[in-house]
Structure formats: structure tokens, C-alpha cells
């Protein structure tokens, strides 16, 4: 069973035993979180009611991603600057998807 579900404005396809890397949830390592915003569900070639199910989840650990640089220039006006970015991320362990 597979379900799409949507979580720091984006989606995410997920079946359990699965990882995914989102935006930063409130919690430690080895808590339980539940998804509750299920879009669509379905098994093999069959969609279900996706309005009741609930994915529920394990925190595996708080980390960061990648620096990403902000370099800004302006042409012939002496104006440079540069700057970094690491987003924080939460990285989950789906468990089940049900009711």
C-alpha cells in the first residue's frame, strides 16, 4: 500500500519501510509523528478513500542539507555579496499507513 502525502508544502509518495527527507518537524530522534494530510491512496492499481487514513512515522534524526550559495552582484558599482544557506531537514522512517 502506497500513500501521498503533504508536508511542509510538498508531496511525497510513501509505503511503509520507507525514508524521506522533509522539512523540519518538531521532535527528537526516535519520536513518533503522524501525517494527517493524506491526498490520495491506493493499493496495486486500486485508489482508496484517502480521507480517514493517517501515515504514521519515526523521527530518525535532525539534520541539514547542502550550503547553498547567495552570491549578488551589481555592475560597475563596487556591490558584492555572499552568503550561505543550510536548510534544516527531518529525516522519517514511514511504519504503517492506515486508519
Known amino acids: 500500500m502506497f500513500a501521498v502525502v503533504r508536508t511542509g508544502g510538498k ?3 510513501v509505503a ?4 524521506i527527507v522533509v522539512e523540519k518537524l518538531a521532535g527528537e530522534a526516535g519520536d513518533k509523528v503522524t501525517l ?6 491506493g493499493e496495486g492499481g486500486k485508489a482508496q ?13 535532525q539534520a541539514k542539507g547542502e550550503k547553498v550559495i ?5 555592475r560597475r558599482h563596487n556591490y558584492r555579496r555572499k552568503n550561505g ?9 514511514i511504519v504503517s499507513i492506515g486508519a
Open 85 to 93: 544557506h543550510r536548510q534544516n531537514h527531518t529525516i522519517l522512517k
Open 16 to 19: 511503509a519501510g520507507d525514508k
Open 49 to 61: 478513500d484517502a480521507g480517514k487514513l493517517t501515515v504514521a512515522a519515526e523521527i530518525i534524526a
Open 36 to 41: 494527517d494530510d493524506v491526498l490520495f491512496a
Open 11 to 13: 508531496q511525497y509518495r
Open 70 to 74: 547567495v552570491f549578488k552582484k551589481r
